[in-house]
């Protein structure tokens, strides 16, 4: 009943600001009229630019609609120039709450006085935004900082938010002919885990170390840093900076800001964050990210608002890294292969078929100029098409997906003719050869080596009690019909994979023995034979799980 009531308030609203036109060819706007004679309209409404309309329906809906309005205003290609100036406000620009109630926060959260705490403390806020407003204060040592103060009653708002969500999901995991696909309901998740990450700031704070640390003494990227004594969940102190909006072209040029190095800058700091650090700024607009003024000659970003970040399972990054690299090289027919590999397709699909649908979406890009080419927009429209083809969309993209516009958005506004694809291409494949070489993956045996050496006593006890088994005729097989299903998949592969995994393995159960009964062996080039053999092992295993190529 409470959504029933969320989606009248919100018609309501946007009955109010003489929105209803944008919805009148749907379903929900042809029902719109039995509301307008319970919604009180203003006459000044009508005199209001339509961006500034649509701002002001936004920031009364609240948080959900505010972040929308954020990721459109980043989108100037498929806005008209009046709207997305607008909706740019909504990044600092919200209305703000009053002061005496941020104050009585941080006292209630902090356990002290205000006067206590710093050394001085500005009631006005700097700036304003849909889950927080930001304080300036002056620490007892005379350093600068910022204190972010959760809204009141900010989680009530989502939580009902949230709660209309999951009942529009509902209601198209009942009736959408390919929900089962959509997962309507893992997006609301999704949607969910993200807002309240926001609404816990130490989770913030945290991220901000982390990402601080990453980039520390970086020529490409500065981090604030974070002051612990101050901060609360509800609460966060950061150290003041000082920056000009990366859409503030005038004042970036005035500056002697070298904007076309700035913009390739951008693209390498967001391939690098997500394929080298798995960890990248995932609300990366241009309200969130400034530019250093004072380095003229070498530019660098200014990160700020770490509420959102996101990261990738091993397994999802990989795929997406080669998805990107055969964009880059045209090949259609691996990037078909890639999305059947990674699961996210039914393995009976004709490829052929998937690859001439590939084809017929990034060939159009190819015939434009580099300068025009969105990869962003590419990839979108890729798993568009492969909706159609049994797609299962995959939630933990959308984050990533919502990024990349942001970043391309920020770039292009920077340098309108980059060259997004010959800037990020040679950025993935330093950070893939590093990641797949052999020194990474001795790394990452060693990493793992506890683990082996722990249960390769067992092996041999495990060994006689299946052969035993075989002999007895007393082994049996259990599988589901998923698991035959990659069964399949994996026998297509051919044969080198199983060749690869039998040596793999052989190799690293012998180094294991070696190793727990010190007995490493000869060295050679200053290596034992037992970790000469761990490391062909590793080789071995990683490439039984290297995908086939064409």
Known sequence: MKSVFRAVGIARVLL??????????????????????????????????????????????????????????????LLPADIADELALLRDQVASFPGELAVAEIERALG??????????????????SIAQVHPATLHDGREVVVKVLRPNIRAQIEADIALLRSLAALADRHHPSADKIRPQEIVS??????????????????????????????????????????????????????????????????GIDRKALAAKGVRVFYTQVFRDNFFHADAHAGNIWVDAKRKDNPR????????????????????????????????????????????????????????????????????????????????????????YELTLQPQLILLQKTLLNVEGVARELDPNLDIWAVAKPVLEAILRERYSPRSLLAEFRK???????QAPDMPRLLRSWLAQQVDGTHSLRMQSNELAELARISRDGQRQTVFAILGTGLLIVAALLFVYDAGGPRVVGLTAATWLAGLGALGAFLAAWPRQS
């Open 190 to 255: 999704e949607i969910e885990t993200t807002l309240h990450a926001e609404l816990d700031l130490l989770r913030e704070g945290a991220n901000a170390s982390l990402m601080r640390r990453l980039w520390a003494d970086s020529d490409d990227l500065y981090v604030p840093e974070v002051h612990w004594p101050l901060s609360s969940e509800t609460v966060l102190t950061l150290e003041r900076v000082y920056g000009i909006g990366s859409d503030d072209t005038a004042a970036l040029d005035a500056a």
């Open 448 to 454: 793992r080596l506890p683990e082996l050496v722990t």
């Open 112 to 129: 002290k006085p205000v006067g206590e705490l710093f050394a001085r403390f500005d009631a006005t806020p700097l700036a304003s935004a």
């Open 16 to 77: 109010k600001h003489r929105l209803d036109g944008l919805l009148e060819d749907t379903a929900f706007g042809r029902w719109l009229w039995l509301l307008r004679p319970f919604t009180p309209t203003r006459r000044e409404e009508d005199a209001l630019p339509r961006g500034q309309r649509l701002r002001l329906a936004l920031q009364e809906l609240g948080p959900i609609f505010v972040k929308f309005g954020q990721i459109l205003s980043t989108r100037r290609d």
């Open 301 to 388: 970003f200014i990160a700020l608002d770490f509420g959102i970040v996101g990261q990738l399972a091993a397994r999802d990054q990989y795929f997406l890294a080669e998805k990107f690299m055969a964009i880059f090289q045209r090949d259609y027919r691996r990037i078909a292969e890639l999305h059947v590999e990674a699961g996210w397709m039914p393995a009976h699909l004709r490829l052929d078929e998937l690859e001439a649908a590939t084809r017929s979406v990034c060939e159009p890009y190819f015939t434009r100029p580099l300068s025009e080419i969105s990869l962003a927009e590419v990839l979108v429209k890729l798993f568009k098409t492969a909706q159609r």
